[in-house]
């Protein structure tokens, strides 16, 4: 069960000293056999016992789901300091152990987030192989640069939006998606009929992308942590996006001797295309 869920049956969201003891009360009396089956068989009985702290049904539903899905977590915040019977001083301090944990999904985002700097890191060197190539004036290069973080700019409200009504995981997969178009359609920017308009209009595409993959990665790192480690969950994934901020030069440096410009463009395109995917 994923530790949110976890959370969210033991009433803890704050870690308040008041929250902390009503879910201690709640299941030391949940969990009053040592045996975690009857404890389950008994949960029904238990709350009822305990209308101080609890009369809500579907806060007793969650408690026995608990324990009939997680008897490993149920058995380490029940874990006691002595041979004594547990205390709340035991329970707070096994809770605050769970909860302080970083959560493993954290470092799939981290890769992507790696990924995403990769990819800007990787056309600075392209950018002024390609502007010296289409022979763009110094204004509309200043518009070429404007458009990423214009979009950027005007993406996060839509961005927000989208996040909120369909989901975490649809917006880092669109954010990506746009991001792999708008880096792979920069390749055409050298073939006839195309030029700077082509080349403003794919980067405005860029930015869409990363305003809608970084709401719904921020987000589902919120999610995924908790008030204990929230500061240290975004850590790995901006140390990620800057680590691949760092490489990305040198790893465009060497694809443009390899293969080119617009071969470049192409191959980071395809790349944040497949993370997407």
């Given at each position: 069960?994923?530790?949110?869920?976890?959370?969210?049956?033991?009433?803890?969201?704050?870690?308040?000293?008041?929250?902390?003891?009503?879910?201690?009360?709640?299941?030391?009396?949940?969990?009053?056999?040592?045996?975690?089956?009857?404890?389950?068989?008994?949960?029904?009985?238990?709350?009822?016992?305990?209308?101080?702290?609890?009369?809500?049904?579907?806060?007793?539903?969650?408690?026995?789901?608990?324990?009939?899905?997680?008897?490993?977590?149920?058995?380490?915040?029940?874990?006691?300091?002595?041979?004594?019977?547990?205390?709340?001083?035991?329970?707070?301090?096994?809770?605050?152990?769970?909860?302080?944990?970083?959560?493993?999904?954290?470092?799939?985002?981290?890769?992507?987030?790696?990924?995403?700097?990769?990819?800007?890191?990787?056309?600075?060197?392209?950018?002024?192989?390609?502007?010296?190539?289409?022979?763009?004036?110094?204004?509309?290069?200043?518009?070429?640069?404007?458009?990423?973080?214009?979009?950027?700019?005007?993406?996060?409200?839509?961005?927000?939006?989208?996040?909120?009504?369909?989901?975490?995981?649809?917006?880092?997969?669109?954010?990506?998606g746009l991001v792999s178009v708008g880096i792979?359609?920069?390749?055409?920017?050298?073939?006839?009929?195309?030029?700077?308009?082509?080349?403003?209009?794919?980067?405005?595409?860029?930015?869409?992308?990363?305003?809608?993959?970084?709401?719904?990665?921020?987000?589902?790192?919120?999610?995924?942590?908790?008030?204990?480690?929230?500061?240290?969950?975004?850590?790995?994934?901006?140390?990620?996006?800057?680590?691949?901020?760092?490489?990305?030069?040198?790893?465009?440096?060497?694809?443009?001797?390899?293969?080119?410009?617009?071969?470049?463009?192409?191959?980071?395109?395809?790349?944040?295309?497949?993370?997407?995917?």
């Amino acid at each position: 069960m994923p530790r949110e869920e976890v959370l969210r049956c033991l009433q803890i969201s704050s870690f308040s000293r008041q929250e902390i003891e009503n879910s201690f009360v709640m299941v030391t009396k949940w969990t009053a056999h040592t045996d975690a089956q009857d404890a389950a068989n008994g949960t029904t009985a238990a709350c009822n016992e305990g209308k101080s702290f609890s009369t809500d049904n579907k806060a007793v539903e969650g408690l026995q789901r608990l324990v009939e899905i997680d008897k490993e977590v149920v058995t380490a915040l029940l874990k006691s300091s002595s041979a004594s019977k547990l205390t709340l001083e035991d329970y707070e301090a096994n809770l605050r152990t769970y909860a302080g944990r970083l959560d493993s999904r954290i470092y799939p985002i981290a890769v992507s987030f790696a990924a995403t700097g990769a990819s800007i890191g990787i056309i600075i060197p392209c950018m002024p192989l390609l502007i010296q190539l289409l022979h763009i004036p110094s204004s509309q290069f200043g518009l070429v640069v404007s458009a990423f973080g214009l979009s950027k700019l005007i993406g996060n409200i839509p961005a927000a939006y989208l996040v909120d009504r369909y989901g975490r995981k649809l917006a880092m997969n669109a954010g990506l998606g746009l991001v792999s178009v708008g880096i792979g359609g920069i390749s055409a920017a050298l073939l006839p009929g195309f030029g700077w308009p082509w080349l403003i209009a794919c980067r405005f595409f860029t930015g869409l992308g990363v305003a809608n993959f970084m709401a719904g990665s921020f987000m589902y790192v919120n999610d995924i942590s908790t008030t204990l480690n929230r500061s240290r969950s975004m850590a790995p994934i901006m140390a990620g996006f800057q680590a691949g901020m760092a490489l990305g030069p040198a790893i465009g440096g060497v694809l443009i001797d390899q293969v080119g410009i617009a071969n470049t463009y192409a191959t980071v395109g395809v790349l944040c295309g497949s993370l997407g995917l």
